[in-house]
C-alpha cells in the first residue's frame, strides 16, 4: 500500500498570494497517477488534477500539479476567495487506491 | 449533466447490515468503473470499494475486505454497498463517484452511516 504524506498540515496564506502543496509517497507512483482533490465543508471532493500534472474539465489554470515518482505538488498561482479549503492527493491506478491526509488552505 | 444520488444511510447498531445505493444518470453507465468512499466525522478520505463497468471485477479495502461487498445492476443504473458486521469505526459520510479507469472524476454529495447502540 502507498502511504501518501501531504505537508504542511495548514497553510495560513492571503488572497492573490501563491499556494505550494507538497505530497510525498512512500514509494513510487505508477505512471505518475496523482491526483489531487479539493473539498470544501459539506461538499463532495472536485478532482483537481490527475496524472500528476493534467488539469480536470472546467479547472482554471491557476491550478497547476508538478512531479514525478515520489515527490509531487500542488501550485495555485494566486489564491481567489473560493481557493480556501481542504486539498487531498491520492494515488489510484493500483488497489488500494490511498488517499494522503489532507493540506487546509486558510485565510491569514 | 452527470448526477450521482445516494441512499440508504442512516444510524444502525453495531453488527447490523445496511445497503447503500448510489443511482447515477448523465454518462453511459455501464462504461464507467464505480467507487466508493467514505470520510469519518473530522477526518480525511478513505477508498472502500471499487467495481468495474461489468461487474466483473470488484476490489475492496482490507479494512472492509469480507464484510462490505460492491456490486451493481446496470439496468437500473445504480451501484450498492452492503455493508455487514458494522462497527463503529465504520461511521462516516460515504461517497459513491464515477470513475474513468481508476481515477474517481465524480461524486455524489454522500450518505452519512453512524454505526452506535
Known amino acids: 500500500e502507498i502511504v501518501l504524506t501531504q505537508s504542511p498540515g495548514t497553510l495560513s496564506l492571503s488572497p492573490g498570494e501563491r499556494a505550494t502543496l507538497s505530497c510525498r509517497a512512500s514509494q513510487s507512483v505508477s505512471n505518475n497517477y496523482l491526483a489531487w482533490y479539493q473539498q470544501k465543508p459539506g461538499q463532495a471532493p472536485r478532482l483537481l488534477i490527475y496524472?500528476?500534472?493534467s488539469r480536470a474539465t472546467g479547472i482554471p489554470d491557476r491550478f497547476s500539479g508538478s512531479g514525478s515518482g515520489t515527490d509531487f505538488t500542488l501550485t495555485i498561482s494566486r489564491l481567489e476567495p473560493g481557493d480556501f479549503a481542504l486539498y487531498y492527493c491520492q494515488a489510484y491506478g493500483v488497489s488500494p487506491r490511498t488517499f494522503g491526509q489532507g493540506t487546509k488552505v486558510e485565510i491569514k | 449533466e452527470v448526477q450521482l444520488l445516494e441512499s440508504g444511510g442512516g444510524l444502525v447498531q453495531p453488527g447490523g447490515s445496511l445497503r447503500l445505493s448510489c443511482a447515477a444518470s448523465g454518462f453511459i453507465f455501464s462504461n464507467s468503473g464505480m467507487s466508493w468512499v467514505r470520510q469519518a466525522p473530522g477526518k480525511g478520505l478513505q477508498w472502500v470499494s471499487g467495481?468495474?463497468?461489468?461487474?466483473?471485477?470488484?476490489y475492496h479495502a482490507d479494512s472492509v475486505k469480507g464484510r462490505f461487498t460492491i456490486s451493481r445492476d446496470n439496468s437500473k443504473n445504480t451501484v450498492y454497498l452492503q455493508m455487514n458486521s458494522l462497527r463503529a469505526e465504520d461511521t462516516a459520510v460515504y461517497y459513491c463517484?464515477?470513475?474513468?479507469?481508476?481515477?474517481?472524476?465524480?461524486w455524489g454529495q454522500g450518505t452519512p452511516v453512524t454505526v452506535s447502540s
Open positions: 467495481i468495474s463497468g461489468s461487474g466483473g471485477n470488484t
Open positions: 496524472d500528476a500534472s
Open positions: 463517484a464515477r470513475d474513468s479507469g481508476w481515477l474517481s472524476v465524480f
